[in-house]
Structure formats: C-alpha cells, structure tokens
C-alpha cells in the first residue's frame, strides 16, 4: 500500500517562474492538505481539498498560488511568477476521513529553491 | 486562535538519557493532540496521538499523556538511541476546523552515543 507520492522532490526555479508540485494521496484517501514549511519554523496550514472542491484555503495567500484536487489525477499546488520568499519545503497529507481524531498521512515533501 | 507551544531548542541528549520535551497548546473545544517526526530530509512520520483528556499515545518507547488541566501533551521516552535523532513536532486538530492540523515550531533532538 503505497504511502502520500510527492514529486518532484526537489524543485529549484528562476524568480518569475511557476512552480508546480504534485500530490497522490493515500489510497482511498480523498482529502488532502498542503502544509508549508519555512527554514527554521513549524509546518503552516494553506490549504484543504476534497475532490473537485477547495474546502478551506484560509492559509493560502491571496495571490500568485492555486490549488486544485481534479476527479481524476494527482493534487497539484501551483506558484506563479515565484519570488525567493518561496522557498520552502511543501509537504502534502491525506486522510480517509474528516474527523479531527483521524490521522494524516504526509508525503516526503518537495522543496523548493527560488534562485 | 488555536496554536501550540513547544519549548527552546536544540536538546543534545547521551544515549539511554531520559527525554521530555515539553508541549502546550490553546484550542476551543477538545481538540486532538499529536506528535509527528521529521527525520533528516523525509517527510512527517506520526509518532503518536491522544485523542481525549487523559489518553495516553505510546509508539516505540515515546509517551505522551493528553493533560486538559495543564493544556499539554509533553513527549517523554525513558532511554533514547542514537536513532531517535531528529526535529518533533508537537501538533493539535481542532474539532470543527476541517481537521487542519495546527504546529509548534518543532525541535531538533540529538543523540551522542
């Protein structure tokens, strides 16, 4: 049973340029949630997905990011137009259920590296 | 708003030390409570969880006590191994919050043979 699939793992892109970073849930796991983690800090909610629909992307900033969990294929986080303060690594989880006592599974994350 | 609070890193510890590292949350309701470990250059791993005040999560020697008195859920492990090396996280869910998990900054263990 194949855990969280993230890719690429490492990622490093010019400033302006877009950023796409890839999620397969678990297995029969139909939500997913991307998390963002600064050098030096604790992991950040941006954004939670069920299929075909954003259910919460009160951690999202306003501008230059997306999301989007299509009916069919991977999870896809994208970044227009990047600028250093991007870099991060970005890890994805996915859960069965959505109840706050059920676990999330994290995939090993893509980092990202703005030059 | 929720958050959690975990203590000052790093921790440099001698092989079979006993290890606390301390935990404390805010949060409405009766959230769930979590520890996940980040080994170097992987993802999250959970390590345990505590669903309810007075739960007790345990995973491969590490203990954690769910204290709503206190508001924390402080990680304990009798005897580490050099293996144990490596940034915990201390993390609650929030019932009705879409079950996003909230973090502490996470701190990095080290363990000397």
């Known amino acids: 049973n194949a855990g969280v699939m993230q890719n690429p793992r490492h990622l490093v892109r010019r400033r302006g340029q877009e950023a796409r970073l890839r999620c397969s849930p678990m297995?029969?796991?139909?939500?997913v949630y991307w998390y963002r983690q600064l050098p030096e800090e604790g992991l950040k909610f941006m954004v939670y997905?069920?299929?075909?629909?954003?259910?919460?992307e009160s951690g999202m900033p306003k501008e230059r990011f997306s999301a989007e969990f299509p009916k069919e294929g991977p999870s896809i986080l994208r970044i227009q137009q990047v600028v250093r303060g991007d870099s991060a690594a970005y890890f994805c989880?996915?859960?069965?259920?959505?109840?706050?006592?059920?676990?999330?599974?994290f995939g090993p994350g893509t980092r990202l590296t703005v030059l | 708003g929720n958050s959690v609070t975990q203590m000052e890193g790093p921790v440099t510890l001698s092989e079979e030390a006993f290890l606390t590292i301390n935990c404390t949350y805010t949060a409405t309701g009766y959230p769930s409570l979590f520890w996940y470990v980040q080994y170097p250059g992987e993802g999250l791993q959970l390590l345990l969880k505590?669903?309810?005040?007075?739960d007790k999560g345990s995973n491969k020697g590490f203990e954690a006590t769910y204290r709503k008195e206190t508001t924390s859920f402080h990680l304990e492990k009798g005897s580490v191994q050099v293996s144990d090396s490596a940034v915990y996280f201390c993390?609650?869910?929030?019932?009705?919050?879409?079950?996003?998990?909230?973090f502490g900054k996470g701190i990095t263990l080290s363990v000397r043979p």
């Open positions: 993390a609650l869910s929030a019932t009705g919050a879409n079950s996003k998990l909230t």
């Open positions: 297995k029969g796991h139909s939500h």
């Open positions: 997905l069920q299929k075909e629909n954003i259910i919460d």
């Open positions: 505590a669903t309810k005040a007075d």
């Open positions: 989880a996915s859960s069965s259920l959505l109840r706050s006592t059920d676990t999330q599974y």
